[in-house]
């Protein structure tokens, strides 16, 4: 059974920076691609980064392009999420997932989420 | 505002039939597979549908997705009051090289 258990969040100040964590168990971590998706107070589930299986693609969303690096520690079982330069609007659950590929990229699990907030 | 449109609420009574649609463009639905996933607050989001039509096992038949061009539709027949959830529609797009999501389905059950 697939089990994402994030953590690392917390309350932060703007301009600050954060990293974020994601221990995988119940399946083989170095076979997957993942992703890291948030959501804001109120708002909808917005994609944020993914990493290939074994760390050589990363995609960003244009809105953290540049501030956040995603990477992986595939004989930790680990996903991280270094966050910089932290804005009001990155104020969000930081959900890890796992990528799947069938004809097509989509998320197949989700862990439960790990929230980050930014604030003077 | 998101690259995947849906309406922002949905209603229904109990044993009803209701859809929810999900509008993009070429370079997502138009060219990858749509999914969905059901969202309830302080919860894991869930897999509901993938690639366009598929239900993970657990998921009752009572979900059913469709896809056409560049417009997709879940459906949820025989409605229960459980089902009362976000649900938001996925799909990857080639332009922005990255995945894209729908705002979101604020389902109730009357």
């Known amino acids: 059974q697939v089990h994402l258990v994030e953590s690392g969040g917390g309350v932060v100040q703007p301009v600050r920076s954060l990293r974020l964590s994601c221990a995988a168990s119940g399946f083989s971590f170095s076979g997957y691609g993942m992703h890291w998706v948030r959501q804001a107070p109120g708002k909808g589930l917005e994609w944020v980064t993914f990493?290939?299986?074994?760390?050589?693609?990363?995609y960003y969303a244009d809105s953290v392009k540049g501030r956040f690096t995603v990477s992986r520690d595939n004989s930790k079982n680990m996903l991280f999420l270094q966050v910089n330069s932290l804005r009001t609007e990155d104020t969000a659950i930081y959900y890890c997932?796992?990528?799947?590929?069938?004809?097509?990229?989509?998320?197949?699990?989700w862990g439960r989420g790990t929230l980050v907030t930014v604030s003077s | 505002q998101s690259v995947l449109t849906q309406p922002p609420s949905a209603s229904g009574t109990p044993g009803q039939r209701v859809a929810i649609s999900c509008s993009g463009s070429?370079?997502?639905?138009?060219?990858?597979?749509v999914n969905w996933y059901q969202h309830l607050p302080g919860t894991a989001p869930k897999l509901l549908i993938y690639?366009?039509?598929h239900r993970p096992s657990g998921v009752p038949d009572r979900f059913s997705g469709s896809k056409s061009g560049t417009s997709a539709s879940l459906a949820i027949s025989g409605l229960q009051s459980e089902d009362e959830a976000d649900y938001y529609c996925?799909?990857?797009?080639?332009?922005?090289?990255?995945?894209?999501f729908g705002g979101g389905t604020k389902l109730t059950v009357l």
């Open positions: 690639r366009n039509i």
């Open positions: 070429s370079s997502n639905l138009g060219t990858n597979i």
């Open positions: 997932a796992r990528g799947y590929y069938s004809d097509g990229w989509y998320i197949d699990s």
């Open positions: 990493i290939s299986f074994d760390g050589s693609d990363t």
């Open positions: 996925a799909a990857w797009d080639d332009t922005l090289n990255g995945l894209v």
